[in-house]
């Protein structure tokens, strides 16, 4: 009798380890599915090219984990254990090598990619991209702000401004085409735009409307070529250039190196600024194929040029703001054309020639004082150290105010 009750005892203690066990074990699955919804886990999950195999093995894996623990609790035979701890590992196996393979074709190397995202832009959001000062301001404006527009390339800047400088009631800051942003000064949709220099269309149409357009050079951005900082290529010419992206220099010692190795030269999409200007500076060279990636979209899969993969051998371009944090990590470094280095100094001269000039645009007393105010105070923080640092910090060259 003894004997029936110790083994009646222990089958209830392992009913209820069985039940907390599932509790907790349903309660982790639960908060882990919570959190990749929150975190917009899911949508990268099922955008990737190896979905299948995620559900696959995670699904399967977690069976197998599942099966183990309940062998483990149950004390059951060896066999059946060591069954579900072989099915744990097959189905893990796959994602395994996949992410393995991920690590050394891409996953270990710093990526310098076109955000797609913008709501890493937005001011007064969590887990922006933005650039913080590090000494915040004492005091933000006060009064009515004024509402803020501009162009994509130098979203991050004004967007920056904003969270720095502005409250965060009121405020605005959008990405326009350049025309788009400069008409909704005229429609009184926006105070100040950042843009290019306004055409000369602009200016009559200012004039026209008995206005005056007040522009206000802050920043220049410059068109780069960079290479991973080990690099021992600094300077390349045009020509080089030409040669590499056409596919008939392909190992770095084509071009003077003592580094050896297949020249891996990343492109941008065909609709991007980035690749018009590179099309532009090139004169429409012929192109090779450049390396793809995977992207899954509605109604099949795309292969997009890939994303810049700082590998030793991998030579890349856009402006320089968008390789900013890299830059700023020293671990890409700009690559001389013909001689000419992308040195701030080189780029307020003129020397270097890919230069692109940004402006602070505004209508000459066009608002109320307390508007017109806070333009007063937003061009003296850009041209102060704090502004300098901002910019700086965004991979632009900062203006002086002379």
């Known amino acids: 009798m003894e004997q029936k009750q110790k083994t009646f005892l222990k089958i209830l203690i392992r009913l209820a380890v069985t039940v907390a066990f599932i509790a907790v074990f349903s309660w982790i699955c639960h908060h882990l599915w919570e959190v990749v919804n929150k975190n917009g886990m899911m949508t990268t999950i099922i955008n990737d090219p190896h979905f299948e195999v995620f ?71 969590e887990k922006n991209i933005l650039v913080k000062l590090d000494k915040p301001l004492e005091k933000r404006m006060e009064g009515k702000q004024p509402r803020i527009d501009g162009v994509m390339n130098i979203f991050r800047f004004y967007a920056s401004i904003v969270e720095n400088v502005c409250r965060k009631e009121g405020w605005m800051a959008e990405a326009e085409a350049a025309g788009t942003a400069l008409g909704r000064l005229f429609t009184d949709e926006a105070d100040v735009v950042f843009c290019g220099l306004p055409s000369q269309s602009f200016s009559t149409k200012a004039a026209s409307l008995g206005k005056e357009l007040d522009t206000t050079l802050v920043v220049k951005d410059a068109f780069v070529f960079y290479v991973n900082a080990d690099n021992p290529v600094d300077n390349l010419s045009l020509e080089q250039i030409k040669q590499i992206y056409g ?54 899969v795309i292969h997009p040029p890939a994303d810049y993969r700082n590998s030793g051998n991998a030579i890349g371009y856009s402006y320089r703001s968008q390789a900013a944090d890299l830059l700023l990590k020293k671990k890409i470094k700009l690559l001389s054309i013909d001689g000419v280095a992308p040195t701030p100094e080189n780029i307020l001269n003129g020397t270097y020639p890919y230069v692109t000039e940004y402006y602070m645009v505004t209508i000459k007393d066009n608002r109320t004082e307390e508007v017109e105010r806070n333009i007063r105070n937003l061009r003296e923080f850009i041209f102060s150290p704090q502004g300098k640092e901002l910019a700086e910090k965004c991979g632009l060259i900062p203006m002086s105010n002379e």
Request: aromatic share 12%; proline share 5%; hydrophobic share 45%.
């Open 247 to 300: 596919g008939k220099m392909t190992d770095w010692k084509d071009v003077g190196s003592k580094k050896k190795g297949a020249i891996e030269a990343f492109q941008r999409p065909k609709d991007s600024e980035n690749q018009a200007f590179f099309q532009k500076i090139t004169e429409n060279c012929p192109l090779m194929e450049p390396p793809t990636m995977e992207k899954h979209v509605v109604g099949g």
């Open 55 to 125: 559900v696959f093995s995670i699904g399967g894996g977690l069976l197998g984990l599942f099966a183990l623990a309940l062998c483990l609790i149950w004390n059951a035979r060896r066999d059946i254990t060591l069954i579900s701890l072989a099915a744990f590992i097959l189905f893990i196996l796959p994602l395994g090598w996949v992410k393995t393979k991920e690590w050394f074709t891409v996953g270990r190397f710093d990526t310098i990619s076109m955000v797609e995202d913008l709501t890493l832009f937005r001011p007064f959001t």
